[in-house]
DNA sequence: CATTGTTACACAACATTGTTATGCAAACTG
DNA sequence: CAGTTTGCATAACAATGTTGTGTAACAATG
């Protein structure tokens, strides 16, 4: 009674196809045919493990949440909270400059299905926290040291955008990124020579040399 | 030899369609036969008046900045230069807000053609320059003043980005918005507690009251 | 081991997209 | 008024996502 049972790694090597030609050549060259072609299959495989073309997007944003993830997590652990703070915040600039089509899909297109990116919120609101709890940003109510969360989120997925746009030059992103991000941290605490040390200090140290490819 | 002329009101009344159409029903549904009947005419009227429906875009985002330039020039004219650069950043989000499937058009999606939207940043830049001009903003060198206009458009475009996106809830914009900018603003000059009047004076007298309607 | 039922998926058809022929009527030129 | 040039309505075409149709493979059962 039980049929030909589905090929999980059929599955994923859609996806990872998916994910190959999104980047190489962007969100037109990802059709159908294309997709079962450069997987090897017929098109009939992408209506059964995924019931429509829809259902591969979501697979490959969620696809790419994960990647970033793991890029984010790569990210030196530093004794400094605030210098952390800006380093995951260039490791979040880096990504997405490197993956722009999927930062595209991630976060620039509206889709119906709930897509959990919240969960790279999450970590900023805890790299926030972790800052106010070492004295190095002001300890205020939880719902305005997550307004600075908002703020940081801001910052970065605006460069990102711009960026991406092409409305920004990328080869000035890391001086603008630096100098506001020490504007905002210095606002957030009571110490601005130490908030301008950090920032340095994640600058100099944990910029990613050159743009992270999102393997 | 002279034959029947174009007619410029077939022109303009396809983009005004195309407008609305993508106002009120999104991108995908702006297609050429959707937009020739929504236009009273038929699809060979848009290949005359533009090539392709590329054209169309392009027509339709040209059409988007002079409104959003006409938006903002609407801003009252007050005399205090670091509120108008508050009360012209809410404005441009109220814009955003008002007509999301335009913004995005206009600043989210990539395309060939040399758009200009960068008369919005001249303004900004300009708008920067009065604040230092006026002695309320460091005097720095010129580079650096035009980074703190690419910081506010960051912010602003970001804020947008984020709330269309759907992944910041619109209600807080504006609370997220007066702290960030009071924040940057405090960096920019000398003297916080007049940054912080000049937001509070934006933000009570300029912020708009309903999402202003592109028209 | 043969049978049988179920499922993955190759192939081909269908609706809808942007775009391109085709044709005709209108309007300006002489 | 004749001629020609252009606007645009109609219809055809390639490519898209999606849905039938059929076949082969696999697991369970006798």
Known sequence: MSPKPADPAVRTGLIEAAARVLAEEGPKALTTRRLAHEAGTSTMAVYTYFGSMDEVWHAVRKEGFARLVAHLDATADLTDPVAGLAAGGAAYLANGLANPHLYRAMFLERHEGPDAGNDTFQRLVDAVRRCVEAGRFRQVE????????????????????????ELLPAEHLPLHFADMSQCLFVGYGDDPEAARRSVDLAMRDHWPAEPANAS
Do not use: D, F, K, N
Not at 145 to 156: E, H
């Open 142 to 165: 939880p719902i305005r040291s997550l307004g600075w969360a908002v703020q940081l989120w801001t910052m970065r997925h605006g460069m990102v955008s711009l960026a991406i746009a």
